[in-house]
């Protein structure tokens, strides 16, 4: 991995994440991963330990690894030795993602949610 000096002037960030983050220099490995539930309801009732990872296949499948078939060749020139930024503005950073000034060496992020959405169902008119 080629090491270089990373220089931000000054940055802001409104939000970030708990599984998400914001990094400036060199990362050998980065590997966030969320898992969750989301649920939508007409009504908003929720009780504790409603709804369990474990009671959802998605998040126990494996996840089919893309297979790079053709050769790739990279050439680069890093001119300079600095990364250099004045100003950084960062609105959000969700999700399992990462905002990232420097070098990295490997990055493999996963996320995976279950989406539920209970609506309210009309009375039977007798």
Do not use: W
């Amino acid at each position: 991995m080629n090491s270089r000096i990373s220089s931000v002037g000054q940055i802001s960030n409104t939000f970030t994440d708990t599984t998400s983050s914001i990094e400036i220099g060199d990362t050998v490995k980065f590997a966030p991963v969320t898992h969750g539930v989301l649920v939508q309801r007409e009504k908003a009732v929720f009780f504790d330990h409603e709804f369990n990872l474990k009671d959802y296949s998605i998040f126990f499948r494996p996840l089919l690894q893309p297979v790079v078939t053709e050769n790739i060749t990279m050439t680069r020139i890093n001119e300079s030795p600095v990364i250099q930024v004045q100003k950084i503005n960062i609105f959000r950073v969700l999700g399992c993602s990462i905002a990232h000034l420097g070098s990295s060496q490997m990055t493999k992020a996963e996320s995976r949610s279950k989406a539920i959405r209970h609506l309210l169902r009309e009375r039977p008119s007798d």
